[in-house]
T-cell receptor, first 113, second 115 residues
């Protein structure tokens, strides 16, 4: 079955610095990869996805993610972090055979002024 | 409405009681998912509907949990003989496509507390 791992429970960065939130995955066949963000007491919001094509995908709020097949990774990045980016971030995966989307445990991002 | 609507937003019940949680997906979305999120955890898959039928219910933890979607729109998650371990936020999501390349649109969840 497909699965994802988010190795960091917490990531702290200073405002204006670049940020990276890590994700690795395991699937049978081709992976379909997603990032979601969750603000306090809110539902998950879709940020971006990789289905096929260019390994660097761009999404909402200036976020981007790089798909690396050899390392089975899909790290989320942003060149310059904002305090308002502070939230819980979830990586998720489907494979080409199953429709259920599996989520990682989440990474709490804190951006300090 | 514009988004996925879940009711109630909060439900407190006693151990052994029956609970129903409702999800109203985005209009026209054919695929509907239920997830459960415990504190400090990521969403855990429960069940997926294509139209009226449950295409995959492999995530339901035991036979106390059941979900229906009789007309292919609103769905109800039903929990019998609730236990304290059922306490969590139950998330509903819908998608306009049944393709597994589509993203999910989530509601704000129903927080269930079993005393």
């Amino acid at each position: 079955a497909q699965s994802v791992a988010q190795p960091e429970d917490q990531v702290n960065v200073a405002e204006g610095n670049p940020l990276t939130v890590k994700c690795t995955y395991s699937v049978s066949g081709n992976p379909y990869l997603f990032w979601y963000v969750q603000y306090p007491n809110r539902g998950l919001q879709f940020l971006l996805k990789y289905i096929t094509g260019d390994n660097l995908v761009k999404g909402s709020y200036g976020f981007e993610a790089e798909f690396n097949k050899s390392q089975t990774s899909f790290h989320l990045k942003k060149p310059s972090a904002l305090v308002s980016d502070s939230a819980l971030y979830f990586c998720a995966v489907r494979d080409e055979y199953n429709n259920d989307m599996r989520f990682g445990a989440g990474t709490r991002l804190t951006v300090k002024p | 409405g514009a988004g996925v609507s879940q009711t109630p937003s909060n439900k407190v019940t006693e151990k052994g009681k029956y609970v129903e949680l409702r999800c109203d997906p985005i209009s026209g979305h054919t695929a509907l998912y239920w997830y459960r999120q415990s504190l400090g955890q990521g969403p855990e898959f429960l069940i997926y509907f294509q139209g009226t039928g449950a295409a995959d219910d492999s995530g339901l933890p035991n036979d106390r949990f059941f979900a229906v979607r009789p007309e292919g729109s609103v769905s109800t998650l039903k929990i019998q003989r609730t236990e304290r371990g059922d306490s969590a936020v139950y998330l509903c999501a819908s998608s306009p496509t049944e393709s597994n390349t589509g993203e999910l649109f989530f509601g704000e969840g129903s927080r269930l507390t079993v005393l």
